[in-house]
Structures are given as structure tokens and as C-alpha cells.
Antibody, heavy 122, light 111 residues
Framework: EVQLVESGGVMVQSGGSLRLSCTAS????????MHWVRQTPGKGLEWVSLINWDGSTAYFADSVKGRFTISRDNSKNSLYLQMNNLRSEDTALYYC???????????????WGQGTLVTVSS | QSALTQPASVSGSPGQSITISCTGT?????????VSWYQQYPGKAPKVMIYEVNSRPSGISNRFSGSKSGNTASLTISGLQAEDEADYYC???????????FGTGTRVTVL
């Protein structure tokens, strides 16, 4: 059974930094692109970032480009999101999600964690 | 990259069929077949219902089907059941600086 468990979400002040983690199990982690997707409380979903299976390629939404970085440690089956210069609009529930196709890029999100809540206070 | 446009709400009676539209552009929905649909209950993570326009993951009821015409994708739920009451989001790969885009979301209500 695929499991994705996010951690690291807390309340932080505007301009601050935070690192989110996602630990994966139940599948061959280094075969899959991984994503971060966020959801503003009571609102919709927003794709944030992806990193491909070997960590050589990463992409970001325009809204976070230059402030967020993504990384992975395949030896630890772990995904990370480093968030810098946080703004109030970054307040959201952050989900870790697995791409649906082995060695796919951005096909669909076939497994999701339960999310970790980031609150940015001004 | 703007969010894909979905109706805010759709409703139907048990047993009826409903269709949710998802309108984008030639850079996303119209230009790629990586269109997917997600069901989300309150307080829960999204769950994929349709991927690659019209494919169903194993375990998903065949009451759910997907299609696409031009820049608009659609999710049809046939034989509507009370358990289908949830929020639904479409998503697409996009040929833009933001590679992934979601729809605005649709609340499905079973009357």
C-alpha cells in the first residue's frame, strides 16, 4: 500500500522560512516524479512544484518561483520543499503527491498524503 | 497560468447523470491528453477518478467517465448516488511556465 506522510507544517511569520518533508513507502520511490500541491483553506488546489525520479529536473509554479526549492533523497524515500521568504498567500495545506506513471513527468497524481498545514502570519 | 474554469456547483437527483465541464486553453486542456479528475471529501485528500482524459484507475466505478473536445474536458457521473456528493477538480499538464494547472473546483450536490 502506498503511503505518503508529510511533516514540517507550522505557523511562521511573513518573510520566514520553512522546510516540509514527505516520507514515502509502498512503492519504488526512485522510479517516480513527485509533486507538492497546496490547498488554501476553503479554496481550490494549486500545483506547486515537481522533481523528477532522479532529482535532476525540477519545476515550480510562477507563484513560488525563486522562493521555493524542491529536493529528494532516494536513499531515504523522502521528498522535501524548502520555502523561503514566505508570504501570507502561501498559507495552505501542503500535499505531497506521487505521479501516476513510472518515469512520467506530470501525468496525474495517483496517491496523496494527508497534508501538512503552513500558516504564514503577518 | 490561470486556473481552469469549472462551474461552481452542479446538482442532480439520485440515478440521474450529471456532467462537469473544465475549460482551459490550447496550452493546457486542448494541447495535451494529461487531463485528470479528482474527487475530494471535506477534510480528506483528493482522489484520482479519471486520468489521461478518459482512463479509470482500478477500483473506480464505471459510473465515472471522462471526455474532451477542444479546450474543454468533461467528467460525467451516471447513476448519481449520495456518496458522489463531494468537490471535484480537473487538472492538466500545461505548456507554460507553470507546468501543472487545476480547475476552480465544482461542488456536486445530490438532491
Amino acid at each position: 500500500e502506498v503511503q505518503l506522510v508529510e511533516s514540517g507544517g507550522v505557523m511562521v511569520q511573513s518573510g520566514g522560512s520553512l522546510r516540509l518533508s514527505c516520507t514515502a513507502s509502498g512503492f519504488t520511490f526512485d522510479d517516480y516524479t513527485m509533486h507538492w500541491v497546496r490547498q488554501t483553506p476553503g479554496k481550490g488546489l494549486e500545483w506547486v512544484s515537481l522533481i523528477n525520479w532522479d532529482g535532476s529536473t525540477a519545476y515550480f509554479a510562477d507563484s513560488v518561483k525563486g522562493r521555493f526549492t524542491i529536493s529528494r533523497d532516494n536513499s531515504k524515500n523522502s521528498l522535501y520543499l524548502q520555502m523561503n521568504n514566505l508570504r501570507s498567500e502561501d498559507t495552505a495545506l501542503y500535499y505531497c503527491a506521487k505521479d501516476g506513471v513510472r518515469h512520467g513527468f506530470l501525468t496525474h497524481f495517483d496517491n496523496w498524503g494527508q497534508g501538512t498545514l503552513v500558516t504564514v502570519s503577518s | 497560468q490561470s486556473a481552469l474554469t469549472q462551474p461552481a456547483s452542479v446538482s442532480g437527483s439520485p440515478g440521474q447523470s450529471i456532467t462537469i465541464s473544465c475549460t482551459g486553453t490550447s496550452s493546457d486542456v486542448g494541447g495535451h491528453n494529461y487531463v485528470s479528475w479528482y474527487q475530494q471529501y471535506p477534510g480528506k485528500a483528493p482522489k484520482v477518478m479519471i486520468y489521461e482524459v478518459n482512463s479509470r484507475p482500478s477500483g473506480i466505478s464505471n459510473r465515472f467517465s471522462g471526455s474532451k473536445s477542444g479546450n474543454t474536458a468533461s467528467l460525467t457521473i451516471s447513476g448519481l448516488q449520495a456518496e458522489d456528493e463531494a468537490d471535484y477538480y480537473c487538472s492538466s499538464f500545461a505548456s507554460s511556465s507553470t507546468l501543472g494547472v487545476f480547475g476552480t473546483g465544482t461542488r456536486v450536490t445530490v438532491l
